[in-house]
């Protein structure tokens, strides 16, 4: 801060630099002033300049200081506000008031942007909730339906609709899930058997099967949102898959006791320049580009919920070989910590 200080107020070191030298011309071609010492006056001066300086830049640099503080630790505005029986200088009042009203400024538009976020997200979450109802009252017209091969058509229509409000309505409570969640004990299986049955007519469509093993295992988290999150993988899965192929789903533990869930596929597989950035927002990567039903918002809904869960997704793939997601569950004293921070 010395050398900002420095550069900032070079003009009057230059100007006292420069009335120096005029003094010590003077000194030297009048001839009546030779009896005064020109070292002992030029010493005098700077250090009263030195002390001058010296004392500015504690005054100039206190309000800067207060700003860094500020800026550096997120504290509140009051902290860099003077005291009011702190005298100021005209510039300093200026400065402050300045700040003042661009910290008014922003909690304003912080306020507004707050209340327009709320307002959208109770707006989307109503028109779901009204969505679902003649949804609801579709799926009860295709089921009473006797053309066989309409109806499958029908389902499967309704089943991306309903996976897609599905996704829409997760991502609008993502924000919130520290408040939308219940940690318990679950077992992993009955998990996997409900969301592949309300997979089930788009399997049929395909040809898809499931290769079920080893889901005995136990896990603490929310039954909700892992369901959620299983789901998103398992559709994955399902539309990226070769037809008349098999899904092997089955699960492990390391040596630590950490539960992983494994969800294969035989399917096109992900390039190795897209695998970084498959969790990245509305990222669809190559498969986007022939396939228009990506989206890029299934695994980007499934990371951040899993991350909030403590649960670590992982990935494996080759293109046209297929594509293992893996989820890694976290043990509970591990879980502890991750909701404490």
């Known amino acids: ?8 107020r070079r003009s009057w070191i230059l100007f006292f630099i420069a009335v120096q030298l005029w003094l010590n011309l003077v000194l030297f071609l009048d001839v009546g002033l030779s009896n005064i010492s020109a070292v002992y006056l030029n010493l005098t001066n700077s ?6 300086l010296i004392w500015r830049y504690i005054k100039e640099t206190k309000s800067i200081r207060r700003l860094k503080h500020f800026l550096g630790n997120e504290l509140d505005i009051e902290s860099i506000l003077p005291a009011p029986s702190e005298k100021l200088s005209s510039f300093e009042i200026v400065f402050f008031k300045a700040i ?3 910290e008014v400024k922003r909690r304003e538009q912080i306020n507004n942007v707050h209340v327009e976020f709320s307002e959208d997200q109770d707006r989307a979450l109503g028109w779901i909730h009204e969505v679902k109802t003649p949804l ?8 009473s339906l006797e053309d066989t091969t309409l109806k499958k058509r029908l389902e499967i229509e309704w089943l991306r609709i309903h996976l897609l409000l599905d996704q829409e309505l997760h991502h609008i409570r993502l924000s919130s899930i520290e408040n939308d969640n219940r940690m318990e004990m679950i077992s992993i299986r009955p998990t996997i058997l409900r969301e592949i049955k309300n997979l089930q007519t788009w399997c049929i469509e395909k040809g898809i099967g499931f290769d079920i093993e080893n889901l005995d295992a136990e896990v603490l988290t929310d039954q909700k949102w892992t369901s959620f999150i299983i789901r998103q993988l398992l559709s994955n899965a399902v539309k990226y898959s070769n037809d008349n192929s098999d899904i092997q789903v089955y699960s492990s533990k390391d040596s630590d006791g950490h ?3 494994y969800i294969k596929d035989s399917g096109i597989g992900i390039s190795q320049a897209d695998l970084p950035r498959i969790f990245n927002k ?4 190559k498969i986007g580009r022939y396939q228009t ?3 890029g918002m299934g695994l980007y809904l499934a990371k951040n919920a899993a991350s909030k869960l403590g649960i670590q997704i992982f990935v494996q793939s080759e293109e046209k070989v297929g594509t293992v997601f893996s989820l890694r569950f976290p043990l509970k004293n591990e879980f502890v910590k991750i909701m404490s921070r």
């Not at 250090?47 to 001058?52: P, R, S, T, W």
């Not at 609801?136 to 089921?143: P, V």
């Open 259 to 261: 539960v992983y869930l």
């Open 100 to 102: 003042e009203n661009v």
């Open 1 to 8: 801060m010395l050398l900002i200080f420095l550069k900032e």
């Open 293 to 295: 039903a990506s989206t």
């Open 47 to 52: 250090v009263l300049f030195i002390i001058f």
């Open 282 to 285: 509305s990222f669809t990567g």
């Open 136 to 143: 609801t009252a579709m799926k009860l017209m295709i089921d």
